[in-house]
């Protein structure tokens, strides 16, 4: 049981690359997230789904696409990279809503000079 | 809009003392508040978390205490250790809404021997 994993672990990109982060538990977590994390501002929710096929924006969703074709996998996908997307990007699974414990990946640490 | 405060940003504790680690939150509709514990390189992991019909929870040195008129609420560590160095969040959570956390800042926690 590998849980929540995230590729790649560091990506540089130049700006107006796109790229995709890839995230996929194991778990059979219904609901998946994606946060990306600026040092001194805690995590921010960029997108999240309650299921396959079901997605919905987050606080900071701008710049971001997903898509939830499988229950396993949540990738987020950045086009036309910018410097305000170097973050560090988080990706969390759950088995319901509500006061459901959100297990987080390892993270992507992503640079776009 | 930052609507989980968090204090203080970082904090030094001898070992064997009480870390102390304070929120307050604006939103009246979050009813479910988690602590998350992060180690360097790594995801946030849940620590412990309580919802407001209790003012404390306790799980081994750890113990949230509630304060719902005054909307906020703290993580207390008692015996501090070394291993307890890590970054620590507090977030929060309206039930209804997918469980999405908004998170506070952070604080650096670093034991001393």
């Known amino acids: 049981n590998a849980g929540v994993t995230q590729t790649p672990k560091f990506r540089i990109l130049k700006i107006g690359q796109s790229m995709t982060l890839q995230c996929t538990q194991d778990m059979n977590h219904n609901y998946m997230y994606w946060y990306r994390q600026d040092p001194g501002m805690g995590l921010k929710l960029i997108y999240y789904?309650?299921?396959?096929?079901?997605?919905d924006k987050g606080e900071v969703p701008n710049g971001y696409n997903v898509s939830r074709s499988t229950t396993e996998d949540f990738p987020l996908r950045l086009e036309l990279a910018a410097p305000s997307q170097t973050s560090v990007y988080f990706c969390?699974?759950?088995?319901?809503?509500?006061?459901?414990?959100?297990?987080f990946g390892p993270g992507t640490r992503l640079t776009v000079t | 809009q930052q609507q989980v405060k968090q204090s203080p940003q970082s904090l030094i504790v001898q070992k064997g003392g009480i870390s102390i680690i304070n929120c307050a939150y604006e939103?009246?509709?979050?009813?479910?508040f988690p602590w998350y514990q992060q180690f360097p390189g790594k995801g946030p992991a849940l620590l412990i978390a309580i919802r407001p019909d209790v003012s404390e929870k306790k799980e081994g040195r750890f113990t949230i205490s509630f304060n719902k008129s005054a909307k906020q609420f703290s993580l207390h560590i008692m015996d501090s250790q070394p291993g307890d160095s890590a970054t620590y969040f507090c977030a929060a959570s309206d039930t209804g809404t997918a469980s999405k956390l908004t998170f506070g800042t952070g604080t650096r926690l670093q034991v001393t021997l």
């Open positions: 789904s309650v299921g396959a096929g079901i997605t």
């Open positions: 969390a699974s759950s088995s319901r809503g509500g006061t459901g414990e959100q297990y």
């Open positions: 939103n009246t509709a979050f009813d479910y």
